[in-house]
């Protein structure tokens, strides 16, 4: 099958957004932005091997490359609208593409958001994904936004994908159930779009969770200039992922990646409106700890346990500091 055909079969559709003026099948798209709005945009690139297990389903791929990429959507308050698709591929093998283009519409159909062009060429295995979203102008939550007092906050429950991902790598070491509930956090995280609009107008800073808790805090509290404590008592770990073993699923809680939680900042006057939006069960979000005055010259996330800090170091994991 010759490229034109495998893009006209598998990946064009009847255009159903009016934003839309021209999909696939020009030179360019041509798309509306409504006047009130700002264009987000985000490009995430997932290599076969190093960003999945190189026998990992067709299906799988696609729908984790579009969960991850629009979890980037989620933490700025953004709603998804339309995206398109780098595809290198070293063969046209027509079964792994019908599968892809399947699981990949499925997947963009949940959260409305069409495709609108791509590039297609022959190579390693390698799938760009670029997602374009809205927000009301100047209400984009950013990672600088964070000030001192302000309480941090995580959607979700953390350490599922980064335990997922272990799982599905070694031997399975608890039962079918939670090894399944696992591999499909790793394979199909939830986006958290309704959470980012839900705390758009209330959030101060945002950042999503793809490389760890900490790791990502990190960039909140360098870019907000604070430092951020947290109480690692106080994390939201799923009962799948405790099953792996209390210490192993703190672990992977504060450093593991791949959970696309949205970690975001309240300021003490919005507190309440937070709490009762967790309370009604519009959000689902924890409390985990504080921005405070930033003690030295480089910002930096300390992590609390029993009041005792633990060092966390992103390569060995955690440690008590040894007193
Ligand atoms: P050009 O040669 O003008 O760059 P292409 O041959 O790359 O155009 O693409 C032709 C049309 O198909 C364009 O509208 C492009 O956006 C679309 N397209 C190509 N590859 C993909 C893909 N993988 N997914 C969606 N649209 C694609
Ligand atoms: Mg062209």
Redesign the pocket.
């Known amino acids: 099958m010759k ?2 055909d495998i ?1 006209s079969t598998y ?2 559709r009847p255009v159903k957004h009016a934003s839309i003026v021209k ?7 041509i798309l509306s932005i409504p006047e009130s709005c700002q264009l987000v945009v985000s490009m995430d690139t997932l290599v076969s091997g190093r960003h999945f297990p190189e026998n990992t389903l067709p299906e799988h791929i696609a729908t984790r490359a579009f969960c991850t990429c629009l979890s980037d959507l989620a933490a700025m308050g953004a709603t998804p609208r339309w995206f ?4 290198t591929l070293p063969e046209a093998d027509i079964s792994w593409i019908s599968s892809f283009s399947h699981a990949l519409f499925d997947i963009a159909d949940e959260y409305d958001c069409e ?6 060429t022959q190579g390693p295995l390698t799938i760009t994904l670029q997602v374009h979203g809205f927000v009301t102008q100047g209400s984009a939550l950013t990672r600088d936004a964070g000030v001192e007092g302000d309480a941090v906050f995580v959607t979700g429950a953390l350490g599922d994908g980064a335990a997922g991902l272990e799982l599905l790598l070694s031997k399975p070491v608890v039962d079918d159930e939670t090894q399944q509930y696992l591999a499909r956090r790793f394979h199909r995280p939830e986006p958290q779009i309704i959470a980012g609009r839900t705390i758009v107008d209330y959030a101060n800073a945002a950042i999503d969770i793809s490389d760890g808790l900490v790791a990502d805090l990190q960039h909140i509290a360098r870019a907000s200039h604070v430092d951020i404590e947290i109480d690692v008592e106080k994390l939201p770990i799923s009962a799948a992922c405790q099953k792996v073993g209390g210490d192993k699923a703190l672990h992977y809680a504060l450093i593991g990646g791949d959970d696309y939680q949205i970690a975001f900042t309240v300021p003490r006057k919005n507190i309440d409106v937070v709490n009762s939006l967790v309370a009604q069960k519009k959000l689902n979000a924890t409390y985990i700890g504080e921005l405070v005055t930033c003690q030295e010259t480089y910002p930096k996330v300390r992590c609390l346990r029993d009041g005792q800090l633990l060092s966390i170091d992103n390569e060995k994991g955690y440690q008590h500091f040894a007193s």
């Open positions: 490229e034109f893009i990946f064009q999909s696939i099948g020009d030179d360019c798209a398109t698709l780098g595809l495709l609108v062009g791509g590039d297609t």
